[in-house]
C-alpha cells in the first residue's frame, strides 16, 4: 500500500497540533481500555438498573394489590369452609361495629 | 516499536498489551488518518474527534478485524475513521431526512475559514471543486487522489464494486477539471 500523499493541503492547522491530537487519542484508547477492564461497564449499569426497576414495579403492585389478594383468599376459604367457621372467616372479612360480641 | 508490521497485527489480536499496539498504531497512521477526515468534515475540531472515535472504536472492535497484512490494517481503519466521519456529517443535517449533499454549503463556507494563510492558491481552488462534488464521489476522489489507494482498496473501505468506484472516480474528476478550468486554473 503506497504511503499518504505528500499533495498540499490548504487546510490551516496549528504547529504540534498533530502530535496533541496523537496524545489525546492514546488517552482516549487508554480510557477506553479502562473501562472494557472494569466490573462497573455501561452495559452492566443499564441491566442492573432495569433489574432493579422491575423489582420495584413489581413490589409496588404488590403492595398495592396485597389487601385484595388477602380478602380473596378469605372469600375462597369462606366458600369452602363449614357453616360453623363462616362467621368466624366474615369477622377477617367485614369490618363490624364493636359492640357486636360474636363469643 | 519498530518491528514487523505481521507481529504486530498478530499481537493485536491476541495479546494483553494492546494499548501499547495501538499506540504505535496512533503514532503511525494518525497524520493520514487525521487528513483523510479533514477532508470529509473540513473542521480541525470535529476531524479531531471523529479521529479519536476511530482509535476507540477500532480498540473495542480489533478482535473482528479479521486480516493479515499491514493493507488491510489500513483499509480496516480507513473504514471506521470514513464511517465515523460520515455519522458526524449527519449531524449537520437540517433534519434526518435530508441529503448527505445538503450539508454541501456550509462545507464550502467552513473551508473559507479554514484556509492556511500559506497555502497554495491551485491547492485552493482544487479543494473548493472538490467540495463540491457529491459525497460518494468526493470520498472516492479523495482515497484515489491524496491518499493513492488502489480501487481495490478503496472497494474494501467503501463497500462499492470496482465499476462502481470507477464511474464515480470518472466523473468526480471530469467535473474538478470543468470546475478548475472555470476558476481558469490549469488542471
Same mark, same amino acid.
Given at each position: ?10 487546510? !490551516? ?20 481500555? @479502562? ?34 389478594? !388477602?380478602?380473596?383468599?378469605? @372469600? ?12 368466624? @372467616? ?14 | ?187
Amino acid at each position: 500500500m503506497s504511503g499518504n500523499s505528500n499533495k498540499s493541503m490548504p487546510y !490551516y492547522i496549528k504547529y504540534g497540533a498533530m502530535e496533541q491530537m496523537k496524545c489525546r487519542s492514546k488517552a482516549a484508547v487508554a480510557r477506553a481500555a @479502562l473501562s472494557r477492564s472494569s466490573i462497573v461497564t455501561p452495559w452492566r449499569v443499564t441491566v442492573i438498573v432495569a433489574f432493579a426497576a422491575c423489582v420495584i414495579a413489581m413490589l409496588f403492585a404488590y403492595i398495592e394489590n396485597r389487601e385484595h389478594i !388477602y380478602y380473596e383468599i378469605l @372469600l375462597r376459604q369462606m366458600e369452602q369452609a363449614p357453616e360453623e367457621y363462616i362467621y368466624e @372467616l366474615a369477622a377477617d372479612v367485614v369490618e363490624y361495629p364493636e359492640e357486636i360480641i360474636w363469643y | 516499536m519498530e518491528c514487523d508490521i505481521a507481529l504486530i497485527i498478530e499481537r493485536l489480536r491476541s495479546s494483553d498489551d494492546q494499548v501499547q499496539i495501538f499506540d504505535w498504531i496512533i503514532e503511525r497512521y494518525s497524520e493520514r488518518l487525521y487528513w483523510h477526515i479533514r477532508r470529509i468534515v473540513v473542521l480541525h475540531q470535529e476531524a479531531e474527534d471523529v479521529l479519536q472515535d476511530t482509535f476507540v472504536t477500532a480498540y473495542t472492535s480489533v478482535k473482528r478485524f479479521r486480516g493479515v497484512s499491514e493493507a488491510s490494517l489500513i483499509a480496516w481503519l480507513y473504514k471506521i475513521a470514513t464511517t465515523v466521519a460520515i455519522k458526524a456529517l449527519k449531524r449537520r443535517r437540517k433534519h434526518i431526512f435530508a441529503s448527505l449533499d445538503s450539508v454541501t454549503p456550509w462545507l464550502v463556507a467552513d473551508f473559507e475559514e479554514e484556509i492556511s494563510p500559506q497555502a497554495d492558491e491551485i491547492a485552493i481552488a482544487l479543494q473548493r471543486a472538490v467540495l463540491e462534488l457529491p459525497v460518494k464521489q468526493r470520498l472516492v476522489f479523495n482515497l484515489r487522489y491524496y491518499d493513492e489507494l488502489s480501487f481495490e482498496q478503496i472497494s474494501a473501505i467503501t463497500g462499492q464494486s470496482l465499476s462502481t468506484l470507477k464511474t464515480n472516480y470518472h466523473y468526480a474528476s471530469k467535473k474538478i477539471k470543468q470546475r478548475v478550468v472555470q476558476l481558469d486554473y490549469e488542471w
